[in-house]
Structures are given as C-alpha cells and as structure tokens.
C-alpha cells in the first residue's frame, strides 16, 4: 500500500515555486534548492524548480527596475507549469498563487514584515506604491493557498491574526539549519578563550535595528575589554553611523557592509558574541548560525526570537540598558557564556536537518491524502 501511494506520488507532478534570481535573496534561493530536496525525498522522483525567468530583467541603466518587473510580475504567473501540486516558497510570491495550474496550491510563510509595514504596525520603512500593490496582491494569494506552511509559531499567530484564515489550513514546520552552516555544527569548537572580545550584529534591514546595538555597545562599552568592537554587517547603516559618531565610539566600530559567506563564517569563528536586537523576525536564522559556531547570544524578547534561541541565548526587552547588561554579563562571567555555548549546542537539536525533513513528508503526506480523497469524492459524485 505504501509503495503503492509513492509510486503514485511519482508519477504526479510538483513544481517548486523559487525566487527571481537578480534579486539575490541568497538565503531565498538557498531556501528554494531545500524545498526541492524535501519534496524530492517525499515523492521518490526528481521535482521542477520553477523560478521567474530572466528575459528583460539584464538591462542596465534608468529602466532596469522596471524590466525586472516585466519578468516578475507580468510574464512570470503565465509561464509556471502545470502541477498536481505546487508549493511556493516564499509568502512574497503569493500573488501568483490565482495563476497557478495545480490541484494543491500550498505556500511557506517566513514572514509578514512587509504587510505589517504596509499596515503601519512595524515602523520604520516606508512602502512604495508598488510595493504596497504587491503586498494587496500577495494577501489576496495567500487566502487562496489549500495551506500554509509557518516556519515559526509566532509567524502562525500572525498569519492568522492578519488573514482569519482557518487555523486547520496553517501549520508550523521550523527551519533547519541552512546546509552551508550545518556543517559546522558538528567541528572541534573554538573555545570563548581564544576568541577575541569582538561583539557581531547585523545592519542588513530596518528591523534589525542596528541603531539599538549601537546605543547597547555605547552603554556596555566602559565594562567591557579594551579590545571590543563592535563589527555590523549590512548596508543600512546610514543612521547607525550618526549614531555612533555621536556618542563617540565611531573608532570602536567595524562597518562591514556585505561580506560572502566565507568571511561571515569566519567571522563567526573568531568573535565573542552574536547581539541580535531584531524588532521582529519571522524565524531568526542567525541565532542558529551563532549557535552552530558556539556563540553567546544576546537577542530580544519579540516575535519568534524566544521561541528560536531556546535557553541558548540571553533573551532581553528591548531596552538599551538592559541588552547592555546581558552583553555586559555575557563577557564578565566566564560560567554564564559557556553555559549558553553550551544550551546553544544542545538547542540545535531542535533544528536539525533530518527533522525538518520528516516534518516536511508528514505534511505532504497529509495533503496529498486530502487531495486523494477529494478527487475521489469528486469521481464519485460525477
């Protein structure tokens, strides 16, 4: 019976529906090759990535945004195959989800940033008008997925606060780690001792609010070793560098701008902590990252952060004096950083990539025998 129902899974077809290379959403694209590998696992057969192709969106120049666009949103939802299932990857593809020809229409949800932006619960960005016609148009995908796979709770609880869609059609598979760092979780770990006393933090979106880890940096600075820096990557940083020239610690700060994954894990190899104050997060990927690579953590008490970083990390308000104690803490009591290494090793557990897997066939495994069941209540019927 149940090779019965592989072989039939074989023969149907699923399209994984990917991201639009040009943007490169590197984590996206990294996303989209484990949705295949998931999917591929479950049916036993080779599965079709399908991402928007790249026809117009090569032009240089005053028009190149606008090419993009072409091939996004104008040619790419009449040129995905047809499909006896279908799985977007990504919720910011949700409007092509009307467009496609599959009898199961599923979708991951990572995050809702930008519609709580567009909806002015998230502040601090502010939405074009085509950005805010492609967040109407991703809601109105998204209420017609068959269902939606969350990668968190807390991204559940708000796609069914800001959607009312039934709870029995969303459910909650937890990213793993990314494969470029699960490789590392299982090394020889580099002990706090021979790490130096730098503190990482990210600048690569408003949310990460990398004017807080400024104005922590700034507060702890004066109990930390003389050495510390604070080393941001991204390039959001426009006000964070205001910030720090005003409070005098512009020396004391590294500005990384974008760095390739090799130098980011390599960097992870040598600092002493990861402070990650995000205003919100839909999952949280580089608690994990920091966790692999045996870090203390210092992260905020919002959204899917807690749920993330497990005990393996300090998890504090967001509150300038009181993340400056937690990092203060994290590099004056030697005990309370390796527990947290230590709590970080054994939160991964949770995150591993053979789970997420399974987590992935039990829930294709429940749609397909839905899609089973309906189709042939409909031979009935006729």
Known sequence: MVGDRRTDRAQRGIVVIGNYELDHQHSMLQYNEMLVEACTAWAGNAVHLARPKVIFGQAQGRFKKLTSVIDKYMLAPFAFPKATLALIGDQGLALYLPFLRARTKLIVCHDLIAHLVMIGRLPGWQPSRLGRWLQRANMH?????????????????DFLDLTGMAPEKVSVVHNCLPPAIEEFAGQPRIPLAARTSDILCFATSFYKNAELSIEVFARARARLPESTRLMVI???????????????????????????????????????????????????????????????????????????????AIIAPLDASKMAEALVKVFSERACAEGLVERGYENLKRFDRKGWLKSFSALLDGQYSRNAGNAEMEKTAV
């Open 234 to 312: 991204g390039l959001d940083i426009d006000r964070a560098e205001k910030l720090s020239r005003s409070l005098g610690i512009d020396d004391k700060v590294v500005w990384l701008k974008r760095v390739p994954n090799d130098t980011l894990h390599e960097i992870y190899r040598t600092v002493g902590a990861l402070l990650f104050p995000s205003r919100y997060e839909g999952f949280g990927w580089p608690i994990l990252e920091a966790q692999a690579f045996g870090l203390p953590v210092v992260t905020s008490d919002v959204a899917s952060l807690p749920e993330v970083a497990g005990a393996g």
């Open 141 to 157: 995908g998204l209420k017609q997925a068959d269902h939606v796979i969350c990668v968190s709770d807390a991204t559940r609880r």
